[in-house]
């Protein structure tokens, strides 16, 4: 489980770098969808 989260946060924190440094507006933009679902699913949340 511990390996789940801690793979979780580094996805987490990918989709957050290229929301906000994506040169690409496609990409940037389902970044920034991305990332707001990531956190509510990321495991152990509540």
């Known amino acids: 489980m511990q390996q789940m989260v801690r793979d ?3 996805a ?3 989709a957050q770098n ?3 440094n994506a ?3 496609d990409l940037k933009a389902a970044a ?3 990332v707001p679902r990531a ?4 495991p152990g949340a509540a």
Do not use: S
């Open 8 to 10: 979780h946060e580094d």
């Open 12 to 14: 987490l924190k990918l």
């Open 18 to 20: 290229a929301a906000k």
């Open 23 to 25: 040169k690409d507006a």
């Open 32 to 34: 920034e969808k991305a």
């Open 39 to 42: 956190r509510k699913l990321r």
